[in-house]
């Protein structure tokens, strides 16, 4: 899920807010995925592990 080349300690969990939206905290900052970030990335619902989206145009690789 991180970059090897992240040099965070990689803490990584999910939760859901009172207003039930998801709540993504890494290395102590939490912050809601806004569109762009849902329109780049999807989160295992089951896991929580985040995955980047692939394109066939080559436009983004992983």
Same mark, same amino acid.
């Given at each position: ?6 040099? #965070? ?5 999910? !939760?859901?807010? %009172? ?14 995925? %806004? ?6 990335? !999807?989160?295992?619902?089951?896991? #929580?592990?985040?995955?980047?989206? %692939?394109?066939? %145009? #080559?436009?983004?690789?992983?």
């Amino acid at each position: 899920m991180f970059s090897p080349d992240y040099k #965070g300690s990689k803490s990584f969990k999910n !939760a859901y807010n %009172d207003k039930n939206e998801i709540e993504i905290t890494v290395d102590g900052y939490t912050f809601v995925p %806004d569109l762009i970030f849902m329109n780049q990335f !999807a989160v295992c619902k089951y896991c #929580g592990q985040i995955y980047m989206w %692939d394109y066939e %145009d #080559g436009y983004q690789q992983k």
